[in-house]
C-alpha cells in the first residue's frame, strides 16, 4: 500500500470499513443488554427463534391447560360443595322417617307434621339440583357432559338436551303437533293491485275524508301523501305498506299485500307476539264514510287483533316414551327436565322428523394437556329427586314419591332414602378421587413441565449478560480505537506535502 498518493486513502478506507463493524457488534450489545433477549429478530439466530418459538407456544399453552385443571378443580368443588348439603338434607329426612315410623307418633297429626317437613326439605334437594351452576352450565340436573348433535338441519335449528338418563340417550325423535304462528290480522277489502286506492274499496270515502291507521297503538304516519300523515283519498295500499315497512322497528310488524288482502303479521313467532290494526276516522265532511269493509266488525273505529301461536311437539328419546315440548317460546320447544329444541322455518309444521337429533350422555370433559385429546372426563349424574332412590323395589319409585304419613310409607320411605344416601355419597367420593388424582395431580405436572419449558426457552433466547457485557467492553473499545486511528490514517496524506516541499 503507497503511502505517497493521495487520490484514495486505504489506511483511513481500512479503518473505516473496521469502525463500521464494530460500531454494528456495539448496537448488537446494547440492544440484548437492554431487552434482555439475545435473538431480537430472525437475523440473530433464525434456528434458535424457531425452536425458541415452539417452545414460547408451548409455554403459553401449559399455562392456558394449567388454568383448565384448577377451573375444574372449582367447578368439582362448587358441585360437592352443594353435595355436602345435599346429603345434610338426606341424613334431616331419615331422622324423620325413623320418627315417623315408631309408634311413640299416633297421631295423623304428628305424622303429616313430619311429612311437611319431608316434603319442605325435599323442595330444597329439588331445588339445589336445579340450580347449582359454575359459569352457567348446570352441574346436577343431569345436563353436564350432555352432548345434543342435529343430524336433521332441515327441520331442527338447535338442541340443547339435559336431564337424560342412559336408557334414553340415543336418537332422538321430534313429531310437531302444533305449529308456531305469527301474530296476523287482514284486511277484508279486495285488493286488486298495490295501486288501487284506500278510498276505492270504502263506501263514502269523498275527497277531504282521512282515517288515521294504528297498529299495536303507534300511528302509521303515511308520508307519501298531502293529508298529515293520515289516509286520505288518494292513499294506495302500497303507500300504507311502506310505510308500515318504514316504521317496522316502532312497531313490530311486517306488511304485504297477500290474497287480495293487506296482511300485517307480527315480526316474530309465539304467543308472546300480539297485533292489534285500529282505523279510526279523522274527517268525514260528508258524513258517509263506511269502514266496515277494512276489517271485520261495525262502527266507526274498527278494531282486530291477534296472538301469536307456540309450537308442541312429542319428543321421543332413544325409542321411549313421547315427552311432550310445550314451554317454550316460538318456534323453540322447551321442557323443564330435558332442555329445548328449536325449529326451522321448514320444520315449523305438524309432522315427523324422526332420527332428527342424536343425544350422548357423556361427562365433563377437561382440556388439560397442550395436544388433541389431552382430556380427563367426569359424569354427574341426574341428582333431581325424580332421579335419586330409584330401583329399590320400593313401594315408591324415587325419593321424589315418598310419604311418611303412615307407619307403612316410612317403613318402606327407608329404602329409598337409605339408596338415595348412597347414590349421592358415591358421587361425593368419585368427584373428590377425580379431583384429587386426575386435575390436582395434573395441575401440578403442568407446573414442573412449564417450569422446564420456560427453562429451555430462556436458555436459548434470553441474554446472558455476563457474556455479553465482555462483548460490549470489547466493542466499545474496539470502536474507540477504530475511530483514533481513523483520525491518523486521515492525516498519513499530509506526509506527501514533504515531499512536495522538497
Request: net charge negative; hydrophobic share 40%.
Given at each position: 500500500?503507497?503511502?505517497?498518493?493521495?487520490?484514495?486513502?486505504?489506511?483511513?478506507?481500512?479503518?473505516?470499513?473496521?469502525?463500521?463493524?464494530?460500531?454494528?457488534?456495539?448496537?448488537?450489545?446494547?440492544?440484548?443488554?437492554?431487552?434482555?433477549?439475545?435473538?431480537?429478530r430472525?437475523?440473530?439466530?433464525?434456528?434458535?427463534?424457531?425452536?425458541?418459538?415452539?417452545?414460547?407456544?408451548?409455554?403459553?399453552?401449559?399455562?392456558?391447560?394449567?388454568?383448565?385443571?384448577?377451573?375444574?378443580?372449582?367447578?368439582?368443588?362448587?358441585?360437592?360443595?352443594?353435595?355436602?348439603e345435599?346429603?345434610?338434607?338426606l341424613?334431616?329426612?331419615?331422622s324423620?322417617?325413623?320418627?315417623?315410623?315408631?309408634?311413640?307418633?299416633?297421631?295423623?297429626?304428628?305424622?303429616?307434621?313430619?311429612?311437611?317437613?319431608?316434603?319442605?326439605?325435599?323442595?330444597?334437594?329439588?331445588?339445589?339440583?336445579?340450580?347449582?351452576?359454575?359459569?352457567?352450565?348446570?352441574?346436577?340436573?343431569?345436563?353436564?357432559?350432555?352432548?345434543?348433535?342435529?343430524?336433521?338441519?332441515?327441520?331442527?335449528?338447535?338442541?340443547?338436551?339435559?336431564?337424560?338418563?342412559?336408557t334414553?340417550?340415543?336418537?332422538?325423535?321430534?313429531?310437531?303437533?302444533?305449529?308456531?304462528a305469527?301474530?296476523?290480522?287482514?284486511?277484508?277489502?279486495?285488493i286488486?293491485?298495490?295501486?288501487?286506492?284506500?278510498?276505492?274499496?270504502?263506501?263514502?270515502?269523498d275527497?277531504?275524508?282521512?282515517?288515521?291507521?294504528?297498529?299495536?297503538?303507534?300511528?302509521?304516519n303515511?308520508?307519501?301523501?298531502?293529508?298529515?300523515?293520515?289516509?286520505?283519498?288518494?292513499?294506495?295500499?302500497?303507500d300504507?305498506v311502506d310505510?308500515?315497512?318504514?316504521?317496522?322497528?316502532?312497531?313490530?310488524?311486517?306488511?304485504?299485500?297477500?290474497?287480495?288482502?293487506?296482511?300485517?303479521?307480527?315480526?316474530d313467532y309465539?304467543?308472546?307476539?300480539?297485533?292489534?290494526?285500529?282505523?279510526?276516522?279523522?274527517?268525514?265532511?260528508?258524513?258517509?264514510?263506511?269502514?266496515?269493509?277494512?276489517?271485520?266488525?261495525?262502527?266507526?273505529?274498527?278494531?282486530a287483533?291477534?296472538?301469536?301461536?307456540?309450537?308442541?311437539?312429542?319428543?321421543?328419546?332413544?325409542?321411549?316414551?313421547?315427552?311432550?315440548?310445550?314451554a317454550?317460546?316460538?318456534?323453540?320447544?322447551?321442557?323443564?327436565?330435558?332442555?329445548s329444541?328449536?325449529?326451522?322455518?321448514?320444520?315449523?309444521?305438524?309432522?315427523d322428523?324422526?332420527?332428527?337429533?342424536?343425544?350422548?350422555?357423556?361427562?365433563?370433559?377437561?382440556?388439560?394437556?397442550?395436544?388433541?385429546?389431552?382430556?380427563?372426563?367426569?359424569?354427574?349424574?341426574?341428582?333431581?329427586?325424580?332421579?335419586?332412590?330409584?330401583g329399590?323395589?320400593?313401594?315408591?319409585?324415587?325419593?321424589?314419591?315418598?310419604?311418611?304419613?303412615?307407619?307403612?310409607?316410612?317403613?318402606?320411605?327407608?329404602?329409598?332414602?337409605d339408596?338415595?344416601?348412597?347414590?349421592?355419597?358415591?358421587?361425593?367420593?368419585?368427584?373428590?378421587?377425580?379431583?384429587?388424582?386426575?386435575?390436582?395431580?395434573?395441575?401440578?405436572?403442568?407446573?414442573?413441565?412449564?417450569?422446564?419449558?420456560?427453562?429451555?426457552?430462556?436458555?436459548?433466547?434470553?441474554?446472558?449478560?455476563?457474556?455479553?457485557m465482555?462483548?460490549?467492553?470489547?466493542?466499545?473499545?474496539?470502536?474507540?480505537?477504530?475511530?483514533?486511528?481513523?483520525?491518523q490514517?486521515?492525516?498519513?496524506?499530509?506526509?506527501?506535502?514533504?515531499l512536495?516541499?522538497?
Amino acid at each position: 500500500m503507497a503511502l505517497t498518493s493521495i487520490n484514495q486513502n486505504i489506511s483511513s478506507i481500512n479503518a473505516q470499513r473496521n469502525l463500521q463493524l464494530n460500531s454494528v457488534r456495539l448496537q448488537k450489545s446494547v440492544e440484548r443488554l437492554s431487552s434482555g433477549l439475545r435473538i431480537n429478530r430472525g437475523a440473530d439466530d433464525p434456528s434458535g427463534l424457531i425452536i425458541s418459538e415452539l417452545l414460547r407456544a408451548q409455554v403459553s399453552s401449559l399455562d392456558v391447560a394449567q388454568q383448565n385443571a384448577m377451573e375444574g378443580v372449582n367447578l368439582i368443588k362448587t358441585a360437592e360443595g352443594a353435595l355436602n348439603e345435599v346429603n345434610g338434607l338426606l341424613r334431616q329426612i331419615r331422622s324423620l322417617t325413623v320418627a315417623a315410623a315408631s309408634d311413640s307418633n299416633q297421631s295423623d297429626e304428628s305424622r303429616a307434621a313430619l311429612q311437611q317437613q319431608v316434603a319442605s326439605a325435599l323442595t330444597t334437594l329439588e331445588s339445589i339440583a336445579s340450580t347449582t351452576a359454575y359459569g352457567g352450565r348446570k352441574l346436577l340436573d343431569g345436563s353436564a357432559g350432555t352432548k345434543s348433535t342435529v343430524v336433521d338441519n332441515t327441520h331442527i335449528a338447535s338442541a340443547s338436551l339435559t336431564g337424560l338418563t342412559e336408557t334414553q340417550a340415543g336418537w332422538v325423535d321430534v313429531s310437531v303437533t302444533t305449529a308456531a304462528a305469527k301474530a296476523s290480522v287482514s284486511s277484508a277489502a279486495t285488493i286488486a293491485a298495490a295501486t288501487d286506492t284506500f278510498a276505492g274499496d270504502m263506501v263514502g270515502f269523498d275527497a277531504g275524508d282521512e282515517v288515521a291507521l294504528y297498529i299495536n297503538g303507534v300511528k302509521v304516519n303515511i308520508t307519501n301523501n298531502a293529508q298529515n300523515t293520515n289516509i286520505g283519498s288518494t292513499t294506495q295500499w302500497q303507500d300504507i305498506v311502506d310505510a308500515i315497512a318504514a316504521q317496522q322497528s316502532a312497531l313490530g310488524v311486517t306488511a304485504e299485500i297477500s290474497g287480495g288482502e293487506l296482511v300485517i303479521s307480527s315480526l316474530d313467532y309465539g304467543s308472546d307476539q300480539h297485533v292489534s290494526v285500529e282505523y279510526r276516522k279523522v274527517t268525514d265532511p260528508g258524513s258517509d264514510m263506511d269502514l266496515t269493509t277494512a276489517l271485520a266488525g261495525d262502527g266507526e273505529n274498527l278494531f282486530a287483533a291477534d296472538a301469536g301461536v307456540d309450537a308442541v311437539a312429542d319428543v321421543t328419546f332413544n325409542g321411549g316414551a313421547a315427552v311432550t315440548f310445550s314451554a317454550g317460546s316460538g318456534l323453540q320447544l322447551s321442557h323443564a327436565t330435558y332442555g329445548s329444541i328449536t325449529l326451522t322455518a321448514a320444520g315449523n309444521a305438524v309432522g315427523d322428523w324422526t332420527s332428527a337429533v342424536y343425544a350422548e350422555q357423556g361427562a365433563l370433559s377437561f382440556q388439560i394437556g397442550i395436544q388433541a385429546g389431552q382430556t380427563v372426563s367426569m359424569q354427574i349424574q341426574n341428582c333431581s329427586i325424580s332421579q335419586l332412590g330409584t330401583g329399590t323395589g320400593s313401594t315408591f319409585a324415587s325419593l321424589a314419591d315418598i310419604d311418611i304419613s303412615t307407619v307403612d310409607g316410612a317403613n318402606s320411605a327407608l329404602a329409598v332414602i337409605d339408596q338415595a344416601i348412597s347414590e349421592i355419597s358415591t358421587l361425593r367420593g368419585d368427584l373428590g378421587a377425580f379431583q384429587a388424582n386426575q386435575l390436582e395431580a395434573q395441575a401440578r405436572s403442568l407446573a414442573v413441565a412449564r417450569e422446564n419449558l420456560a427453562a429451555s426457552e430462556s436458555g436459548i433466547r434470553d441474554t446472558d449478560f455476563a457474556r455479553e457485557m465482555a462483548e460490549f467492553t470489547t466493542s466499545q473499545i474496539l470502536v474507540q480505537s477504530a475511530v483514533s486511528f481513523l483520525a491518523q490514517a486521515n492525516n498519513l496524506p499530509n506526509n506527501v506535502l514533504s515531499l512536495i516541499r522538497g
